[in-house]
């Protein structure tokens, strides 16, 4: 074998070696996109109504369906799972207009928007209500588990 022969077939070697380093990289970049592409991002927001009636609500405003794992509400260091026993200990059930209660491994898709919990107040005169709120989620593409917290 001629030296330029030697040489075509180092090039060649050298050339598939960097495209199976490039289509590895680009697999890598690919599975990375495609994780960000389906995030869910939760998110809660609260407003007193014209009714005198303040609302928290609980919104998917991300680009995936989330799978809501765990909802924790916490009163005085105490964790409940339901409205009705964190409002009972916080003595506001009979404030309450209206609440949500969600399932551990609930779907919750993209822009659903749900009344988390509504309570009878003064806006004039707003009291926090010393409700801790811990939602764990994540997405339907990967297991990371994302944690919303609110306190009101």
């Known amino acids: 074998m001629s030296r330029s022969e030697k040489i075509t077939q180092a090039g060649v070697v050298v050339i598939a070696?960097?495209?199976v380093?490039?289509?590895v990289w680009q697999v890598r970049i690919s599975q990375q996109h495609n994780r960000v592409s389906v995030m869910p991002y939760l998110n809660v927001f609260s407003s007193w109504q014209t009714d005198s009636t303040w609302r928290l609500n609980l919104m998917n405003e991300?680009?995936?369906p989330a799978i809501i794992?765990?909802?924790?509400?916490?009163y005085n260091g105490k964790t409940y799972s339901?409205?009705?026993a964190v409002l009972d200990a916080a003595g506001l059930r009979k404030d309450r207009v209206n609440s949500t209660n969600i399932s551990n491994n609930s779907p919750f898709r993209i822009d659903k928007e749900i009344v988390f919990i509504e309570l009878k107040g003064d806006p004039r005169n707003p009291k926090p209500f010393g409700i801790d709120v811990?939602?764990?989620?994540?997405s339907?593409?990967?297991?990371e588990i994302q944690t919303l917290k609110k306190s009101f």
Do not use: N, P, R
């Not at 794992?69 to 916490?74: I, R, V």
């Open 69 to 74: 794992k765990s909802t924790e509400l916490t």
């Open 140 to 143: 339907i593409y990967d297991g």
């Open 62 to 64: 991300g680009i995936g």
């Open 82 to 84: 339901h409205w009705d």
């Open 21 to 23: 380093v490039v289509s």
């Open 17 to 19: 070696v960097c495209a």
């Open 134 to 138: 811990a939602i764990k989620y994540t």
